[in-house]
């Protein structure tokens, strides 16, 4: 067969198999489609059919078919990052700067530290979880922040199904969500930080700077129609400056949307791309993702890491939030449902972590315990969280604010 006939079958198999698998089964309660996908992705790669049945798999995944796959999935996320930079409120952020800094600090603190520990435990166990050219603190501070990530795109899909994405609470959550973002981004920056093309950085910086400067007062005067255009030229734009200069390319995709206004976008027209991106393009992502997957250290040991990662996640997140209520005078039952819908991981740790399999610091092995535990911890979500939000919301005080909340108490 031709290699434009092998690429259509592969996306077939993309396409059909995880759908159907998660319309006959009815799990869409427990397994939101796009964590079907990822499974999927893990399934039809290297590691279980492909051990399986190596014909197959050498015969539909051949190198040039995969290379296509790959350019689509480069792209797919890039514009999945881009939109998530995009929503970031900083300015309502602001305006809530204490309640917020202080529960995304302990959100994303907690399980970090949690999550470096539980790394370190694994290389004292085995030198096989470092990537080739990955140094200790690298590995460390990555898984670490593995464990702290929250998905935000797929925390707004969560908000979305719960009814509350709108709602003060769901405003909330985001919120804090937001602000967690912007360091996932900025420690990732830290670990990539590349001394032999520091003067490339250096330049990056500068120039990202002076050309957000001129975007940003350009882009409110453009017709819709064209701000959407000229906002993907932007995103290609900055995507090939952040990787050209050795940091990565998804830092310049969040970074070309953290400084661009959602308000200059249409929301309904925002909510359909995002939602016909996932659709349409996202599940490539996730079964290139599944084809990095590796088990050389022994099935055993790769589940044993990612429950351990798991403890540290959702344990991490919970306590976190568990503290902040404390501080915040939340009312009973707030900081766990918070927690654990913060702690979604799926789409923006899997991303984290495919650079960091990229960039070699951390192995597939490593890779695929952090695969297996953002599965885990986003099954979770829905299922915990959702008998939680229905004793809140009986409470009227509910949808306030805490400050105000607490005034009226």
Request: glycine share 8%; net charge neutral; charged share 15%.
């Amino acid at each position: 067969m031709s290699t434009t006939e092998v690429f259509l079958i592969a996306l077939l198999i993309i396409f059909s198999i995880p759908y159907l698998v998660w319309r006959i089964a009815r799990i869409d309660y427990y397994v939101p489609l796009v964590v079907m996908q990822i499974i999927g992705g893990v399934v039809l790669g290297p590691g279980v059919i492909g051990a399986a049945f190596p014909d197959y798999y050498s015969f539909v995944f051949r190198p040039e078919v995969v290379a296509a796959l790959n350019g689509i999935a480069w792209w797919g996320v890039m514009i999945f990052v881009w939109i998530a930079g995009l929503e970031l409120d900083l300015r309502h952020a602001w305006r809530h700067r204490y309640e917020t800094g202080v529960t995304s600090g302990l959100a994303l603190m907690v399980p970090l530290v949690l999550g470096c520990v539980a790394a370190l435990v694994l290389l004292s166990l085995d030198d096989g979880w470092r990537g080739p050219l990955g140094e200790d603190w690298q590995v460390v501070l990555g898984i670490g922040m593995a464990c702290a990530v929250t998905a935000l795109p797929i925390l707004v899909l969560f908000l979305e199904k719960l009814a509350i994405l709108r709602e003060p609470l769901g405003q909330r959550i985001l919120r804090y969500a937001s602000l967690d973002d912007i360091a996932i981004w900025g420690v990732l920056a830290l670990i990539l930080l590349d001394w032999d093309r520091i003067g490339r950085q250096a330049m990056f910086i500068m120039a990202f700077v002076a050309a957000a400067w001129l975007v940003r007062r350009v882009v409110p005067r453009l017709a819709e129609r064209d701000r959407w255009y000229g906002a993907l030229v932007w995103l290609a734009a900055c995507g090939f400056a952040a990787d050209w200069c050795g940091l990565h390319f998804m830092v310049g995709a969040f970074l070309a949307g953290a400084v661009l206004d959602a308000e200059w976008f249409d929301r309904e027209r925002m909510d359909l791309f995002r939602d016909h991106v996932l659709l349409a393009v996202m599940p490539v992502f996730f079964l290139s993702t599944g084809l990095k997957t590796q088990w050389d250290v022994g099935g055993i040991a790769v589940f044993g890491a990612a429950a351990l990662l798991l403890i540290a996640s959702v344990g991490g997140k919970l306590l976190g939030l568990w503290c902040a209520g404390r501080v915040l005078k939340w009312r009973k039952g707030e900081a766990t449902l918070i927690g654990w819908l913060l702690q979604t991981k799926a789409l923006i740790m899997i991303i984290f972590a495919n650079i960091l399999l990229d960039r070699q610091i951390i192995s597939p092995e490593s890779f695929t315990a952090l695969l297996l535990m953002a599965i885990a911890s986003t099954m979770l979500s829905i299922p915990l969280a959702a008998p939680k939000l229905r004793l809140l919301m009986a409470d009227p005080g509910a949808a306030r604010e805490p400050a105000e909340a607490n005034r009226h108490r």
